[in-house]
C-alpha cells in the first residue's frame, strides 16, 4: 500500500510540474517590443516541455485546428501566426525568458500600435481544450475575433 502511495504521489507531482503555468502578469507591461511583420496582428504563441501530458498535446492541436478551420485567410495574409515552442530546447531560451515561461503556456499577443498586449490563456486552453473542445472553440475563436477586430 506505501509503495502505491509513493507512485501515486510522485506521478502527482510530475503532472503538476509538467502543466504548471506562469501567472505573472506582469510580464506583458514589461515586454512591449516592436511588431517586426506589419501584417501579423496576432501571434498565437503555445510553450511546452518535451514530456506532455494529454492535455498539453491536446491544447496544441485543439489550437492548431481552430485556427486552422476558422482564421485559413488570416494566416495565409499573416494577420495570425501560431508557433509551438519547445520551452526544453536551448534554442528556444530568449523568447521563453522574454515571456518568463518555464512550463505549458498558452499566449495570445496582439500586435496594437507597435506593441504588445499579452493575454495569457493557459487556464481556459488547460480547463476546455480536452475535456470540452467544443467550449474551447468558442471561446478562443470570440477572443480572437475580439483582437482582430
Known amino acids: 500500500m506505501k509503495k502505491v502511495f509513493n507512485v501515486l504521489f510522485v506521478l502527482s507531482f510530475v503532472f503538476a510540474i509538467s502543466c504548471k503555468t506562469n501567472t505573472n502578469s506582469q510580464f506583458a507591461e514589461n515586454n512591449k517590443v516592436e511588431n517586426t511583420n506589419p501584417n501579423t496582428k496576432l501571434e498565437v504563441l503555445y510553450f511546452h516541455a518535451t514530456m506532455r501530458c494529454v492535455t498539453c498535446n491536446a491544447v496544441e492541436n485543439m489550437t492548431k485546428k481552430i485556427l486552422e478551420e476558422t482564421f485559413q485567410s488570416q494566416i495565409g495574409n499573416g494577420a ?5 515552442i519547445n520551452v526544453d530546447d536551448s534554442e528556444n531560451r530568449a523568447i ?4 518568463e515561461v518555464s512550463f505549458s503556456t498558452l499566449l495570445l499577443i496582439n ?3 507597435g506593441k504588445e498586449e499579452v493575454m495569457n490563456f ?3 486552453a488547460f480547463k476546455y481544450a480536452n475535456n470540452e473542445p467544443d467550449k474551447y472553440s468558442e471561446l478562443l475563436k470570440s477572443e480572437i475575433n475580439k483582437i482582430l477586430n
Open 80 to 84: 495570425i501566426s501560431f508557433k509551438s
Open 111 to 113: 500586435h496594437k500600435s
Open 122 to 124: 493557459t487556464e481556459t
Open 96 to 99: 521563453s525568458e522574454k515571456y
